[in-house]
């Protein structure tokens, strides 16, 4: 007999109380997104929500936007999503290459040095972001050089840790130290006993990891409203300048684009962390 | 003379912080031998196999192999092949690439390579698998692969840390002989650790028995069964009775409230421990008004051999009879226990 997490009898209730619930946090999830998506469909100046019609004319302007000089923004739109990627991809590599050794020396040492750590890097999630933007900011100003891109990548790199460093460590947790000294007994040294065995079992947390620090850097919003200079900004803090005094559907249209990037991200994410997928 | 040690343990201790894990080893380990180091669990086993290995330094003592120092050679350069007990076959890999592993770092070419991992599957007798994913292996493919893995890189010595203690008694019987027909085709010197007594009767040529950290005997399996050296080794190996009693003032030793007929050298009065196996114990039916009875408190027949237990004074005692004996005796029998005095061994008490 199989023996379910829910009641039979009265089923009922439970059933509709849990679907109620599903459905409420599905629609507040997707509803921003589903928002979006039809307006950026519209055919009108205004954003006035539902459009009376619709047109792929904000889709057009998107792909002009890109193809055009723009003189009259310091800040390309162009520029800006080249920052962007350039910082998401430092921030990706970085924190990646940090945190793989990281979550090696932490596995492999004694448990309460391991919590204290983890601990550590997560501080960056529960400071409220605002507090740290300006943290960052202070830091910035204080330095007596300028510090180009890292201005921005550094901040981003500290806000992914967390992310990347539990990824790593959850998938070294299936790692034995026997299957290293296995390798160590045949004759590897224990850095080529690392190379061979541990990184590639490492490999869907790794990647899982490379893809959330894309996402998050890519998308980051509030610290790098903080960081942002005439010469380097982004492509969330150019969209929100697009937007600010009124709406522009272009930036609707954009963030479509944007939108299925990320959930394709995000569906391989979760098919590494299952382990069902494998990138290579 | 020339001696014939391959591996030399002199006086090896090992400590972890405060926990003394190995006090002063010593053991000469013979070239193309089987050893089994056999005893309780936290004894140490594990500890002395992984200062082989060279995964631990110890502190004190050092190994020569053929002579020559290795305490200070790291793991991977001892060239000493070695089967875990988790196995740790490396999931990512398919069986020939396991086993090729070790070849691969000696820089063998790949036809080398090819040809040796073919010519183990072979002795393995699982030549078809060599493509698959360790994952489709059964328990007892793995328990091979990782056999062939070990051996794939001519180990000087193959060293295993209870390789067969994940199996279920019939496979693990299977495996038992396999390992031994390997290690004598291969004939490579081997240390297998094992909290199995009648794996390592099985497997050694020589017992090694480990109690609190200490070497407590180190001989053939016959003589460690027949005269175990303490008390400690006569309770591990085998289903022996530890009966508590003393010799009498004749100087015999008195068992079961008998004379025992041989000589003892302790002195009269004096309490000793007596290690007498439950096979080597026979019953008789005694009379209600008969001193120096015991009870039967526990009667089984297990097709092969029936045993009881029989309550002797304030002590319980295990008696095996073989299946053809005629008489049965059902609990709460009277019964007088008698033993043979060649198969007897007779300790101080502690
Ligand atoms: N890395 C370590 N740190 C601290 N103590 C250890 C360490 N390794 C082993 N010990 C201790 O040393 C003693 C011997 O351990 P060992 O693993 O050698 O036992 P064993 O005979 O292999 O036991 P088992 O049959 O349970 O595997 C134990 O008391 C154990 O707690
Ligand atoms: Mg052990």
Redesign the interface.
């Known amino acids: 007999m199989r023996v379910g997490l829910l009641p039979r009898e009265g089923g009922g209730t439970y059933r509709f109380v849990i679907l109620f619930l599903a459905t409420i946090g599905i629609l507040i999830s997707s509803l921003p997104v589903i928002v979006v998506t039809i307006m950026s469909f519209s055919a009108s100046e205004y954003s006035s929500f539902p459009p009376t019609e619709f047109s792929l004319r904000w889709y057009v302007e998107v792909l002009q936007l890109f193809t055009s000089e723009d003189p009259s923004s310091a800040q390309s739109v162009v520029d800006s999503t080249f920052t962007s990627l350039l910082v998401a991809f430092l921030v990706m590599v970085i924190s990646t290459l940090v945190c793989i050794p990281l979550a090696y020396a932490l596995a492999r040492s004694n448990r309460n040095l391991r919590e204290g750590m983890e601990l550590l890097f997560t501080l960056p999630l529960v400071f409220p972001l605002v507090m740290l933007g300006i943290a960052f900011l202070l830091i910035a100003e204080s330095l007596q050089f300028d510090l180009g891109i890292w201005r921005i990548a550094i901040p981003h790199i500290a806000l992914v840790l967390p992310f990347v460093l539990r990824n790593c460590l959850s998938a070294m947790n299936g790692i ?1 130290v ?2 290293e ?10 850095l ?2 690392i190379w ?2 541990v990184i ?2 490492m490999k869907a947390g790794i990647l899982a990891g490379l893809i959330f620090a894309l996402i998050i850097s890519f998308n980051e919003f509030t610290v790098t409203f903080f960081m942002y200079t005439i010469d380097l900004s982004t492509l969330p803090i150019w969209m929100y300048s697009r937007t600010v005094s009124s709406l522009d559907p272009a930036t609707l249209a954009l963030s479509v684009f944007i939108i299925v990037v990320d959930v394709f991200l995000v569906v391989l994410v979760d098919k590494l962390i299952a382990g069902r997928g494998n990138l290579f | 003379m020339v001696t014939n040690t391959h591996l030399n343990i002199e006086a090896v201790s090992k400590s972890f912080g405060p926990v003394t894990a190995l006090t002063q080893i010593d053991l000469k380990i013979e070239r193309g031998s089987f050893v089994c180091l056999l005893g309780p669990s936290g004894c140490g086993k594990t500890t002395l196999l992984r200062i082989i ?1 060279g ?1 631990e330094k110890p502190t004190k003592g050092r190994l020569l192999l053929d002579g020559a120092d290795i305490s200070d050679i790291p ?3 001892r ?4 089967v ?3 196995l ?5 890999m398919s069986v020939a690439q396991n086993i090729a ?2 070849l691969k ?2 820089k063998a070419s790949a036809k080398e390579q090819r040809e040796r991992v073919e010519e183990l599957l072979t002795v393995i007798e699982l030549p078809d698998i060599a493509d698959r994913a360790v994952s489709a292996l059964s328990g007892g493919q793995r328990q091979r692969v990782a056999i062939a ?2 051996l794939a ?1 001519k180990p000087k010595l193959f ?1 295993l840390d209870e390789p067969l203690s994940a199996l279920d008694a019939k496979l693990r019987d299977n495996m038992q002989i396999e390992l031994r027909r390997l290690q004598q085709k291969f004939g490579v010197t081997t240390v297998l650790v094992t909290h199995d007594q009648t794996e390592a009767m099985m497997l050694a040529d020589e017992l090694v028995v480990l109690d609190h950290g200490k070497v407590q005997q180190a001989a053939t399996p016959t003589s460690v069964y027949r005269q175990p050296a303490n008390s400690l080794v006569a309770d591990f190996i085998g289903a022996a009775n530890l009966v508590r009693t003393r010799v009498g003032e004749n100087g015999r030793l008195v068992l079961f409230g008998n004379t025992v007929e041989m000589a003892v050298d302790h002195d009269p009065g004096t309490a000793v421990n007596v290690a007498v196996r439950a096979e080597n114990i026979s019953l008789r039916s005694a009379q209600a008004d008969q001193e120096a009875a015991g009870r039967v408190v526990f009667a089984r027949d297990l097709g092969a051999f029936k045993e009881w237990l029989v309550s002797f004074e304030d002590q319980e005692i295990r008696v095996r009879g073989s299946a053809s004996d005629e008489i049965e005796f059902q609990v709460g029998d009277l019964v007088t226990l008698t033993v043979d005095p060649a198969r007897i061994s007779v300790f101080a008490a502690s």
Do not use: N, T
Not at chain 1, 181 to 190: C, K, Q, V, Y
């Open positions: 034995s026997e299957i000294e296995a390798a160590i007994s045949l004759g590897a040294s224990p080529r006993a061979d065995v590639p079992l | 290995a995964f793991p991977h350069k060239g000493f092949g070695m875990f007990q988790s740790a076959l490396f999931p990512h592993y070790g770092l000696r893995r070990a890189i060293l």
